[in-house]
C-alpha cells in the first residue's frame, strides 16, 4: 500500500488503515514494515465501533475482520470486499479499483496537493527509556523522516544535554528543533511532523 500510494492519490483517494488495536500498537507495527505514512486509526474504545458499523467486527474473536471499504466524496460505500483475516489484499487490483471509481465519478473532486515539508537541519532530541521519546522516533521513522531529522540522544551525550537547554531552556525531551521552532510535547512533535508530510 506504501508503495502505491501515488497511484491511490492520482485516483482522489485517500487511504486509512482501520482496526481495533491502539495506537501504540500501530506505531510499532508500522515501523516493523519500514514506516507506514498513511493515517491508521484506532478502532479501539468502543472496541470495533467503527467496524461495527460496516458489518466488519467479528465478535468471537473480537477482531475486525481484513476487509476493504471505498467511500466516495459524498460518503456512499461504492465497494467492499474481504479477503478475511487470514487473506491477502492484492493492492495493485485495489488501486485499480480506486482507478475505475474516480474515472466514473462526475462530482467534483480536488487534486492532492503536495506536502509542506520540513525545513532542513531538524533536530531531534530524545532520552532513553523514555516512552514519549520513542514516540516522536516512531513517527520519524514510520514518515519516512529519519535521513532529514538528525536525532541525538541526551542521556548518552552530555554535550548533547547542554545544547538541548541552550536550545529549548530546558532538559525536556523529546525535543524537536525546526526552522526556529522548538517543540517539547510527543504529541506536539508527531502532529507537527504529520502535518509537514501529509498531502492537503
Not at 63 to 90: C, F, K, M, N, Q
Request: net charge negative; charged share 20%.
Amino acid at each position: 500500500m506504501e508503495a502505491l500510494l501515488p497511484r491511490f492519490r492520482a485516483a482522489h483517494t485517500q487511504v486509512l488503515g482501520v482496526s481495533v488495536d491502539s495506537v501504540y500498537c500501530h506505531a510499532n507495527w508500522a515501523e516493523s514494515l519500514g514506516g507506514v505514512s498513511f493515517p491508521l486509526l484506532a478502532d479501539f474504545h468502543p472496541k470495533g465501533e467503527v467496524a461495527r458499523s460496516y458489518g466488519l467486527y467479528l465478535d468471537d474473536p473480537g477482531i475486525t475482520d481484513r476487509a476493504t471499504v471505498l467511500i466516495d466524496a459524498a460518503g456512499v460505500v461504492r465497494h467492499t470486499a474481504s479477503v478475511t483475516p487470514a487473506g491477502r489484499r492484492d493492492i495493485g487490483e485495489l488501486a485499480a479499483e480506486c482507478e475505475r471509481l474516480d474515472r466514473g465519478d462526475s462530482g467534483p473532486v480536488e487534486d492532492f496537493s503536495e506536502p509542506a515539508g520540513l525545513p532542513e537541519g531538524g533536530l531531534l532530541y530524545v532520552k532513553s527509556s523514555c516512552g514519549f521519546s520513542r514516540a516522536a522516533l516512531l513517527a520519524c521513522e514510520n514518515l519516512h523522516l529519519r535521513e532529514r531529522i538528525a536525532v541525538t540522544n541526551v542521556s548518552e551525550d552530555t554535550a548533547a544535554r547542554q545544547a538541548l537547554v541552550k536550545a529549548s531552556g530546558s532538559e525536556q525531551a523529546p525535543c524537536l528543533v525546526i526552522g526556529g521552532e522548538t517543540i517539547q510535547e510527543s504529541a506536539d512533535i508527531v502532529t507537527r511532523l504529520v502535518e509537514a508530510t501529509a498531502p492537503l
